[in-house]
């Protein structure tokens, strides 16, 4: 059986007091046999605060970027060992914002899960359709491409650390939550996709989680959707009440579907 998981990714919001109250509550929120893994991805100056404030909870930590280089004369990046250093042990990579807003290419991508992978982080990779290429009936071309592209150097062994995300682009921040019935077929494609690289068996015990506009009201019917293990939340992870509420809404939700 799929552990549920669900993560809060931050992306460039919070500040330092914000960020340790929030994390403060999401400890707090989260007893100790919660049967879900929780993740914050805080913004990097605030890794080590909220490493403090979630110490001794069944929350972990997780970074939103990391390098795909190990050290040396790479200003601005942050390698995996410094992530691990202040307690990080996952990641997030090829998130659609950084693909598209920012420009990364699937070869970085694929460097970074690599790096990722190697450095004993575990890895949320996230894959996704634009709604150009969902319009186009490209959408289930588009997420096997990516699969292919990322997973290319990663053995089944190291598939363990791997949580797949399916963040279709339009529904990011735009407060339209993907159908029910569409996020379950994207699902079926990222296992297909999988076991198409790996075998049916590794396809069927990696967990795969959808990101995209997710509140409590619309979790629910999310979740339920057979294959469906947990949530990747951007805005609502701001809220604790909310993300609290997705937390649960992915215990309940996952493990009796
Ligand atoms: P929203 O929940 O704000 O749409 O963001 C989703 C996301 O990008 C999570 O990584």
Redesign the pocket.
Not at 171 to 175: D, E, F, V
Not at 211 to 215: E, P, R, T, Y
């Given at each position: 059986m799929r552990r549920p998981f669900i993560?809060g990714?931050w992306?460039m919001n919070t500040d330092h007091a914000s960020a340790r109250s929030l994390a403060h509550a999401i400890a707090e929120g989260t007893g100790a046999d919660w049967a879900a893994d929780v993740v914050v991805?805080p913004p990097f100056p605030y890794l080590l605060p909220v490493a403090e404030a979630i110490a001794g909870s069944p929350v972990a930590l997780g970074a939103q970027d990391l390098s795909g280089e190990v050290n040396g004369a790479r200003t601005g990046e942050v390698s995996a060992e410094m992530l691990r250093d202040v307690g990080a042990s996952w990641v997030?990579v090829g998130?659609?914002?950084r693909r598209h807003t920012i420009g990364e290419s699937e070869a970085l991508i694929a460097d970074k899960l690599s790096m990722a992978l190697g450095s004993g982080l575990r890895a949320?990779l996230?894959v996704g359709e634009t709604r150009a290429e969902r319009d186009a009936g490209k959408a289930h071309d588009i997420i096997a491409a990516q699969l292919r592209s990322a997973l290319a150097a990663i053995d089944a062994a190291a598939m363990d650390d791997v949580v797949i995300?399916y963040?279709p682009v339009w529904?990011?921040?735009?407060?339209i939550t993907a159908q029910p019935a569409d996020a379950g077929e994207a699902h079926r494609e990222i296992r297909s996709a999988l076991a198409a690289r790996y075998d049916a068996r590794l396809a069927s015990g990696v967990r795969v989680v959808y990101?995209?506009?997710?509140?409590p009201a619309t979790a629910k019917s999310i979740f339920a959707v057979d294959g469906v293990d947990g949530?990747?939340?951007?805005?609502?992870?701001l809220k604790a009440h909310d993300f609290l509420a997705l937390c649960t809404a992915a215990t309940v939700g996952v493990a009796a579907s």
């Open positions: 993560g990714n992306k991805f997030i998130h659609s914002e949320v996230c995300a963040e529904a990011i921040g735009t407060g990101g995209g506009s997710l509140v949530g990747l939340v951007g805005g609502a992870s």
